[in-house]
């Protein structure tokens, strides 16, 4: 399997631990979300230190809006080509459906030793949504892909990725996702 597993706590609550330890994510009750994460950044993580010259994929959600809001540190959000940094003084940010975006730490000598966000997506009754099992594949699949040095495998960037769902333009990813995924 190329993705992490969740792990229970002792207080029940599913945590993601990937990169070595790098980042950690723990699933939080949101009354008015699909789902909620808390996700912490070790930022003197030598993981993290290594890579703090490359950044995740861009990615797009097509039917919920995904919301950020930095609890402590500051975290690096590219979309739609514009780049900043976010903290705790923007509250909670929020990127809309078909947006290119990417969220990534900010390593450097001033940027503290950790951060901590929450990360959570807007209810929606469609299928293909962001939920507990997306995100599990989505850093699970960077682990070993960055981690670990393994391939890119073109079955399971179709299951993180919404080139399925942009089956308008690639009819053929279209057919073979959806059952797939």
């Known amino acids: 399997c190329l993705c992490s597993s969740f792990t229970y706590s002792h207080y029940l609550t599913p945590s993601l631990t990937s990169f070595d330890g790098a980042i ?6 949101h009354p008015q979300r699909a789902f909620c994460f808390e996700v912490t950044f070790l930022l003197q993580h030598p993981q993290l230190i290594s890579l703090a010259s490359q950044k995740p994929p861009l ?23 514009h780049q900043r940094v976010i903290g705790a003084e923007d509250g909670e940010v929020c990127v809309k459906p078909w947006e290119h975006h990417r969220l990534y730490p900010i390593v450097g000598p001033n940027a503290g030793t950790r951060t901590r966000f ?6 929606t009754a ?22 670990r040095g393994g391939k890119m495998d073109i079955i399971q960037v179709m299951c993180v990725s919404e080139i399925p769902r942009y089956a308008a333009c690639i009819p053929l990813c279209f057919t073979l996702a959806r059952p797939l995924a």
């Open 118 to 123: 929450l990360l959570s997506g807007a209810e």
């Open 126 to 147: 469609e299928a293909f949504r962001l939920d507990v099992g997306f995100f599990q594949n989505w850093y699970g699949y960077q682990d070993e892909v960055v981690m």
């Open 59 to 81: 990615h797009f959600h097509p039917y919920q809006e995904e919301y950020m809001e930095v609890l402590e540190g500051q975290l690096g959000l590219e979309a739609s080509g």
């Open 24 to 29: 950690t994510t723990q699933l939080q009750p």
